[in-house]
Nanobody, 128 residues
Framework: QVQLVESGGGSVQAGGSLRLSCVASGYTYSNLCMGWFRQAPGKEREGVAYINGGGGSPDYVDSVKGRFTIFRDNAKNTVYLQMNSLKPEDTAMYYC?????????????????????WGQGTQVTVSS
């Protein structure tokens, strides 16, 4: 069983930055594909970014490319989402997710069904 705990959410003005963190436990971290998702009120959960077990091959949804960066520190069992140039439309609950795969391989598709474990979420609110 994998446990995920997010932190780092908060309220910022448009143009600001936040860094989200997610600490994992309960499994060999390098065999976890890690992803970030978000869900705004009344909307479906949306994939934001993912990164494979070795820290390579990150990918992003088009709406955050150039503004968000996903990276991981396997020594700390932690994945991060650095969010810059935040916009009001980035406001959502952000969730960390993990997929158990050999070598932490990530399917090239950021969809909730591809992930096995979820954190409790951390709220990000961006005001204009």
């Amino acid at each position: 069983q994998v446990q995920l705990v997010e932190s780092g959410g908060g309220s910022v003005q448009a143009g600001g930055s936040l860094r989200l963190s997610c600490v994992a436990s309960g499994y060999t971290y390098s065999n976890l594909c890690m992803g970030w998702f978000r869900q705004a009120p009344g909307k479906e959960r949306e994939g934001v970014a993912y990164i494979n077990g070795g820290g390579g091959s990150p990918d992003y949804v088009d709406s955050v490319k150039g503004r968000f960066t996903i990276f991981r520190d396997n020594a700390k069992n932690t994945v991060y989402l650095q969010m810059n140039s935040l916009k009001p439309e980035d406001t959502a609950m952000y969730y960390c997710a993990a997929a158990v795969r050999s070598g932490g391989y990530c399917y090239p598709l950021i969809v909730p069904a591809a992930y096995d474990y979820w954190g409790q979420g951390t709220q990000v609110t961006v005001s204009s």
